[in-house]
């Protein structure tokens, strides 16, 4: 299974949307150099006030452009970087991945797949109705299925560059379903 990156994107502060960049760096163990969310422990606003001192299981956030447009058949216009997204693919069904999953990107950075991404009611700020678009409910499950893409952590560094290929390695089994982290 392999797809392709779209784009990359990276903030020095925090804000909502992350700037489109011509590439990005990925730090081994700490995440997208010159990004406000890279470090080693938590760096989430709301969850530094009383978790500081976790590891940070959220360093790269991956979107799949495919949501993109979904959103857009939908009357949302969103684009890369837009929902805070370090990283857009296309062609990879980054929400079926495992946890533990390692996506090579390019040819040097790995990251591995920690979880899904939790939404938070600030995407409304950004559009009004926005957050109701980023889970579904599973009537079978009982479940809700979150659309907002992946956290990562970054086993090797490297540049991250739109063009590069994202090819998967799923661990072994038995695989672990994705929750949010």
């Given at each position: 299974?392999?797809?392709?990156?779209?784009?990359?994107?990276?903030?020095?502060?925090?804000?909502?949307?992350?700037?489109?960049?011509?590439?990005?760096?990925?730090?081994?163990?700490?995440?997208?150099?010159?990004?406000?969310?890279?470090?080693?422990?938590?760096?989430?606003?709301?969850?530094?006030?009383?978790?500081?001192?976790?590891?940070?299981?959220r360093q790269v956030h991956l979107m799949h452009a495919e949501?993109?447009?979904?959103?857009?058949?939908?009357?949302?216009?969103?684009?890369?970087?837009?929902?805070?997204?370090?990283?857009?693919?296309?062609?990879?069904?980054?929400?079926?991945?495992?946890?533990?999953?390692?996506?090579?990107?390019?040819?040097?950075?790995?990251?591995?797949?920690?979880?899904?991404?939790?939404?938070?009611?600030?995407?409304?700020?950004?559009?009004?109705?926005?957050?109701?678009?980023?889970?579904?409910?599973?009537?079978?499950?009982?479940?809700?299925?979150?659309?907002?893409?992946?956290?990562?952590?970054?086993?090797?560094?490297?540049?991250?560059?739109?063009?590069?290929?994202?090819?998967?390695?799923?661990?072994?089994?038995?695989?672990?379903?994705?929750?949010?982290?």
């Open positions: 299974m392999s797809g392709t990156v779209t784009a990359v994107s990276r903030n020095a502060t925090y804000a909502f949307s992350k700037p489109n960049h011509p590439t990005i760096n990925l730090l081994a163990g700490l995440g997208v150099e010159d990004d406000v969310h890279a470090g080693r422990t938590i760096r989430h606003q709301f969850r530094m006030t009383y978790e500081p001192d976790l590891p940070n299981l949501l993109f447009d979904e959103l857009a058949r939908k009357g949302f216009d969103v684009s890369a970087g837009r929902l805070g997204e370090n990283i857009t693919t296309r062609g990879v069904d980054l929400l079926a991945l495992p946890t533990g999953t390692l996506l090579r990107l390019g040819g040097q950075a790995v990251v591995e797949v920690t979880g899904l991404r939790n939404p938070c009611a600030k995407i409304n700020d950004f559009r009004p109705g926005l957050l109701g678009e980023m889970f579904v409910l599973d009537p079978d499950a009982e479940e809700f299925t979150f659309k907002a893409g992946v956290m990562a952590i970054v086993r090797h560094g490297g540049p991250v560059t739109p063009g590069d290929t994202v090819t998967v390695e799923l661990p072994p089994t038995p695989h672990r379903r994705l929750e949010r982290v």
